[in-house]
């Protein structure tokens, strides 16, 4: 940490001047224009950019892997970078097929040039377009209704609904990589704060949340891959899988409604109250655990995993609720 004396020039103007080791490593010298950002007690300073776009390069040629290849697209897009550069001393087919597979699994990205040997990919939204909110609003509703649906294939034995249930994780994974990277891009740039309308602390809760969500659809995908493993469900298990489906679900619909309140108070009420509902969630998982145990024991172990994905379930709506306390305490 360097300090520096506020000086007075002109009888009215602070002035302070800049650590020449920032200064150069940033690109400042006589003449640059230079940002300012207030927030409360800190002042914050940047290089002014004219066109804000992050450019970022990949030597691509050691990935061993569609599954690196695209782990590579995810991780840079996440990243921030707006212009993502992908190189190799020669572009295959395949690997040409992998990181358009990848693009269009994330909000915003296209491929913009294609040669011999490097594709370039940009993010053609900029940071006002994407609302934080209004991602984990959708994740909100996709993740939950994925959640019903799976139960409801399982006890139903109806595979086309199962597989549909597969196939919407990837729209909650589209919006989480997307949170993850507004998080990301508040986190390094605050000119990114001031677009997206939300403070840093709270676009951190938001992408906490998001985190949870996202991990729901998981459990609710595994739900729906296990009900295409077994045929129907006799009834004594199915109204209790119901039921406790149903309880389970209010903890993070109940946590989430928590979280996007504006007044504190409603939303450490509403927190509260989701995390009320864990106790009786715990001794209704106890009563069906048990009765499971009555099938035989291929069916019995598929419903223990589909009852242990519901009772994760309620614990991500629990780690929401925190979330939705810490975004309505007092900041110090």
Known sequence: ??????????????????PKEWATDNGVSAGTTVEFYDEGDLLLVTPQHEDGHTV???????????????????????????????TTNRMTASQRRTIRDATQGLVGLEVIEEMPKKMVLQDLLDSS??????????????????????????????DELANDVIERDDDVDRLWYMTSRVFRTVLRNPTASE?????????????????????????????????????????????????LREEVARVPDTAMDA???????????????????????????REVDQKIHEFEPQLAQVLGLV??????????????????????????
């Not at 940490?1 to 800049?18: D, F």
């Not at 009852?307 to 110090?332: C, F, H, M």
């Open 129 to 158: 377009e994407l609302s934080i909110e209004n991602a984990i609003v959708r994740m909100r509703l996709v993740a939950l209704t994925m959640l019903e649906d799976a139960v409801e294939a399982l006890l139903t034995d109806d």
């Open 259 to 285: 979280l996007l309140a504006d007044d504190p108070e409603m939303a450490v009420e509403r927190a509260s109250k989701a995390r009320g509902y864990v106790d009786g969630i715990d001794e209704r998982v």
């Open 1 to 18: 940490m360097e300090t520096r004396k506020v000086q007075v020039t002109g009888g009215s103007t602070y002035t302070v001047s800049l």
């Open 56 to 86: 970022g390069t990949l030597d691509i040629s050691d990935l061993d892997g569609d599954n690196e290849l695209r782990r590579a697209v995810m991780t840079m897009y996440v990243s921030g970078f707006d212009v993502i550069t992908l």
């Open 195 to 243: 677009e997206v309308g939300f403070p840093r602390e709270t676009c951190f809760d938001f992408q906490s949340s998001a985190r949870q969500l996202e991990r729901i659809a998981d459990h609710a995908t595994k739900i729906a891959r296990l009900s295409l493993e077994v045929g129907e469900i006799p009834e004594e298990a199915a109204q209790p899988l119901r039921e």
């Open 307 to 332: 009852i242990d994905s519901l009772s994760r379930t309620a614990d991500y709506g629990v780690n929401i609720a925190e979330s939705a306390l810490q975004k309505a305490a007092p900041r110090p």
